[in-house]
């Protein structure tokens, strides 16, 4: 039985692979939420279940294994540093742990896919990593993903964690309809902050500016001085990531907390708007009608390329070219940049403020760990827990997996500070070093730890001291907008409102977009709302808000 | 052909083509013919010459968009790196032995099963007709054929599972089966008066016979076989199994998904020149084939359709 549901679930997620197939979701009742709920009632695990785990395992204790063990693992091959079996990471995960792999190796331009067939067809290994919170949703009702909230207690470094960095409300989001979780995300100790605006440093000095903006309308105008001071420039910002009709999707993301709403990569359809104590949809409120003006306004004052939906290599290429002089990136896309420009100056601005504050969105939890159904029946359930929770939740463990081994692959002074073996370099660190802390060895490797980061010791340890700088001034500049409370949809209601979803998000990425490039006037913003309402915003807004009622009063 | 000369037999318009002075009307149909089949194999070489230029170009050029015909900071580091990564040969490797495999079992199986069908005396030959036309246009879909193929057949990782399902293509099935059929029968009664038997006329007589079909089905078979990367991506777990074609999938498409699934932290930086030089390894055998099964397939395809 649980078979067929399992496939019947799958074959409803695997939409995207688009195979003729006739999808027909079972009409089951709701028979599997269970009575237990989440929370202080977790699942023992018995003796049979327990082969291999430490008797005292605690938070400071190095995981061990008292017998090798031996995890089936979902493997994500990176194509920076494929897989190597005789890397460093395993060996000594073989010696000091006990604990050795039986990969399923899959490429990383076929992974969500791939997961998501494996998971249905019910062949999923026990651990699969690199999921982020709210994609374990699909999988929930198929029965094949383990409700791991029932077993934390199991992993005393995760609830230490979750409990010193105050990451609980935001973790409580993501129970599902019967109050557990099914996915440990990857926690970290402060937000992430990665993406910004790189400037074209000379550029912005011939039009006399030195100082980064304090507001997105001060950005704006600097925009127009360096337009002026540079007549060889068409527009002085031309943006990329453009892909999947999200045009602007990181400049969005980042520039929209300011204006206290969500949108770009961030959008997601309800806000929850903390004065009402209601949910709304986003892409109606005053507040992103404001981000979209303002978004409009850098395109009519001629600032912003309105060629929003170029591809990557197309707006890189004007930077590196200096036919731009602004280009959204990252902390790591900048390296890219000065590799296609060697002589340009550039740098990452610190994120200026807006109408709604200076502000970031919420959001501490990572890409983390699902546990398949079946792994409960492995006798090494119990450390499975234990070696999960050292690996990714430990600070001995998160060390190891970013660094490596030692006196191997990097040094530790007595002050703490770590530097890597003059012959091992990573990304910015030792750049010209013959072999590479991911390629040689298999450390910092995505798969093995949160990639974006978790205690904010470790994650600034590996940046480059510009990059630390610029990490540190946005951090102290900002405020973490609050997290939305938890609205758990059951079944039912999680069919219903995915496909409302998904119709409602692409209308309002190409109104957006539409309003942006000037192609329709802003003041058919009313229009442009009840064509939202007519897609059926209101029945995803009330479903929202009937959830959070029925979540604030159990 | 339409000139302006009167007699349009068939000796003036030789005498036309071969003379010196053209009429006008030919000489602008040859005019029209060269400038038009010059752009197309313009736009269809493009590619392949600025795959070729970026290849041996520095990154930086390519990034700035400055690599056409000619490679600009020419190197050959970036052919050396991917010429070094074993995991490149070990899937080269396997591609290959997928392709003649595959495309060995597949034409075994088409020209029996085509052959069969296309002797009018075979009893039930509606039903077998109709059981290959029936997948053409139904399938069980992607999940019930994953479970089929990985836990009833146990294929899962295993060579079976990439050259099997889909072994027979049907549309290539009906073209030889109406090429069988269109084959002279005397030729096969005279063999078998001779005392050949059903099998002896099939191997002794008619594939002897049927190069120009057979030539242009190992063809579309290899070609379909060397490009494919769906079956491996579902029934192969193993990266040391892989075939080329995910090998170079991997490079391209992670590179071009958005940075945002993956963590700026993890973000794939493959050089452009890179992914030219594993583009350029991997069709090369193709481009090579080609040229001299082509003349196959050029008579092979139509003769299937051409009643006799």
């Not at chain 1, 001034?473 to 496909?499: F, G, I, M, R, Y």
């Not at chain 2, 790196?81 to 060995?104: A, C, E, Q, R």
């Amino acid at each position: 039985m649980r078979n067929i549901r399992r496939r019947t679930a799958a074959v409803a997620t695997l939409a995207t692979l688009a195979l003729a197939m006739t999808a027909c979701s079972s009409g089951g009742g709701d028979d599997d939420g269970s009575s237990a709920k989440g929370g202080g009632n977790g699942v023992t695990i018995d003796d049979a279940h327990s082969k291999g785990a430490m008797a005292d395992y605690k938070v400071g204790t190095t995981f061990k294994a008292t017998e090798p063990v031996d995890f089936s693992l979902m493997y994500r091959d990176h194509p920076n540093y494929p897989v190597k079996d005789d890397w460093s990471i395993f060996q000594q995960l073989k010696t000091n742990q006990n604990v050795s792999f039986k990969r399923t190796d899959i490429a990383l331009a076929d992974w969500d896919n791939k997961k998501a067939l494996l998971i249905g067809a019910g062949d999923a290994p026990e651990i699969i990593p690199l999921t982020y919170p709210g994609q374990e949703t699909q999988f929930v009702s198929g029965g094949a993903i383990l409700p791991v909230s029932d077993y934390v207690q199991y992993m005393p470094n995760f609830e230490q964690k979750v409990k010193d960095w105050g990451l609980q409300a935001e973790l409580d989001t993501h129970r599902q309809a019967d109050g557990k979780y099914y996915v440990l995300p990857g926690l970290r100790e402060v937000p992430d902050v990665q993406y910004s605006v790189v400037v074209n440093d000379d550029m912005w000095k011939k039009a006399g500016i030195t100082t980064d903006p304090a507001t997105w309308d001060e950005f704006a105008q600097d925009l127009t001085k360096v337009k002026a001071a540079n007549p060889s420039i068409k527009y002085a910002f031309s943006d990329r990531w453009n892909a999947n009709n999200q045009s602007l999707g990181a400049f969005l993301q980042y520039v929209a907390p300011n204006f206290n709403t969500s949108a770009g990569w961030g959008y997601g359809n309800t806000w929850f708007n903390t004065d009402t104590k209601k949910f709304e949809l986003t892409g109606t409120t005053d507040a992103y009608k404001q981000l979209v003006t303002y978004a409009a306004g850098l395109v009519s004052s001629g600032d912003l390329d309105p060629e929003i939906t170029q591809t990557d290599d197309q707006a890189i290429q004007k930077f590196v070219t200096g036919k731009s002089a602004a280009i959204s990136g990252n902390t790591q896309e900048i390296t890219g940049y000065r590799t296609k420009a060697p002589k340009m100056k550039m740098h990452l601005i610190v994120l200026p403020g807006g109408p709604a504050g200076s502000n970031l969105a919420a959001g501490q939890l990572t890409a983390g760990q699902m546990i398949s159904a079946d792994a409960a029946k492995d006798p090494h359930f119990k450390a499975m827990l234990q070696f999960i929770d050292w690996l990714y939740y430990s600070d001995e463990g998160l060390e190891f997996a970013q660094w490596g081994v030692k006196g191997e692959t990097y040094t530790k002074d007595a002050s703490g500070v770590r530097k890597l073996e003059p012959n091992v370099g990573w990304n910015a660190l030792n750049p010209d070093a013959p072999k590479k802390l991911n390629t040689d060895f298999g450390f910092s490797n995505g798969v093995f730890m949160p990639a974006s980061g978790a205690s904010k010791d470790l994650l600034q340890s590996v940046m480059s001291p510009e990059i630390k700088d610029w990490t540190n001034a946005v951090l102290a500049k900002k405020k973490v907008l609050p997290v939305s409370p938890a609205a758990s949809l059951n079944e039912d209601e999680l069919e219903q409102t995915s496909l409302l979803d998904t119709q409602i998000k692409d209308a309002v990425m190409a109104g957006t977009a539409k309003f942006i490039t000037g192609q329709t006037p802003l003041s058919d913003w009313d229009k442009y709302v009840a064509q939202i309402k007519g897609l059926g915003s209101d029945q995803l807004v009330q479903t929202y808000n009937d959830a959070y009622q029925r979540t604030q009063d159990k | 052909m339409v000139t302006e000369t009167t007699t349009p037999d068939i000796t003036a318009v030789h005498a036309s083509l071969t003379n010196v002075k053209e009429t006008r009307g030919v000489a602008a149909f040859r005019i029209v013919n060269v400038v038009l089949l010059t752009l197309i194999t313009v736009l269809t070489v493009y590619p392949f010459v600025n795959l070729l230029a970026k290849s041996f170009s520095s990154e930086r050029y390519i990034a700035a968009g400055q690599v056409n015909l000619v490679p600009r900071g020419f190197n050959l580091d970036t052919l050396n790196y991917v010429v070094s990564d074993p995991m490149f040969w070990t899937n080269y490797k396997n591609t290959v032995v997928y392709t003649v495999l595959g495309t060995i079992i597949s034409m075994a199986l088409t020209t029996t099963y085509a052959y069969a069908l296309s002797r009018r005396n075979l009893k039930g030959r509606g039903v077998f007709t109709g059981v290959a036309l029936f997948t053409m246009f139904f399938s069980g879909g992607l999940i019930p054929n994953y479970i089929l193929v990985a836990n009833v057949l146990h294929m899962r990782n295993s060579v079976w599972a990439i050259v099997l399902p889909g072994a027979i293509s049907v549309f290539n099935l009906l073209v030889m089966k109406s090429f069988f059929e269109n084959f002279p029968a005397e030729l096969e009664e005279a063999a078998a008066l001779d005392g050949m038997t059903t099998y002896g006329v099939f191997f002794r007589i008619v594939m002897p016979l049927s190069k120009a079909v057979l030539a242009t089905m190992t063809l579309f078979y290899a070609v379909s076989m060397w490009n494919s990367w769906f079956g491996a991506f579902l029934y192969l777990d193993k990266k040391d199994m892989f075939p080329v074609t995910v090998y170079l999938r991997n490079l391209i498409a992670a590179a071009t998904q958005s940075a945002e699934s993956q963590g700026a932290a993890d973000t794939v930086q493959i050089g452009a020149n890179i992914q030219s030089v594993t583009m350029l390894l991997t069709v090369l055998p193709i481009v090579c084939f080609y040229p001299f099964i082509q003349k196959y397939f050029v008579s092979g395809v139509m003769l299937g359709s051409v009643k006799g």
